[in-house]
């Protein structure tokens, strides 16, 4: 499923879900797991939006370099590119004992993020959620 765009998308909101879901129903929140699905899912939209343009995602978890990739193709790209950088953060580290620190306030601020890379992606490639 996760090789065409659509499964991307429908992979990426998988991930989204159960952020969301962990951030209003748990307590203690689970923090760090709320950040990573939040990373997993704007990586799997970004993959989706390069799948769409025919490119075969790379095996990458840097959602800033990501994003550079979809530059290709759409130069508004360049204008969540802050938004990826803050997120990439949350790919690995959380899931291990590393010492990373993670607040309510970034948790809320990464399920924020997620959701515009998520509005963008739905105004500049619309056929990704048909």
Request: proline share 5%; glycine share 4%; with cysteine.
């Amino acid at each position: 499923m996760a090789n065409t765009p659509k499964g991307w998308m429908i992979l990426g909101d998988r991930d989204y879900d159960a952020a969301a879901f962990l951030a209003a129903n748990m307590y203690p929140k689970p923090l760090e797991i709320i950040c990573f699905h939040c990373q997993q899912a704007a990586e799997k939209y970004l993959k989706g939006f390069l799948a769409l343009q025919d490119e075969d995602p790379p095996y990458i978890h840097d959602l800033k370099k990501l994003c550079k990739h979809g530059e290709k193709y759409n130069a508004l790209f360049s204008t969540i590119e802050d938004v990826c950088a803050s997120i990439t953060q949350f790919s690995v580290q959380p899931r291990y004992d590393s010492g990373m620190s993670i607040t309510e306030a970034d948790t809320s601020l990464v399920l924020k993020n997620t959701q515009a890379i998520k509005v963008f992606l739905q105004k500049e490639a619309p056929q990704l959620f048909q």
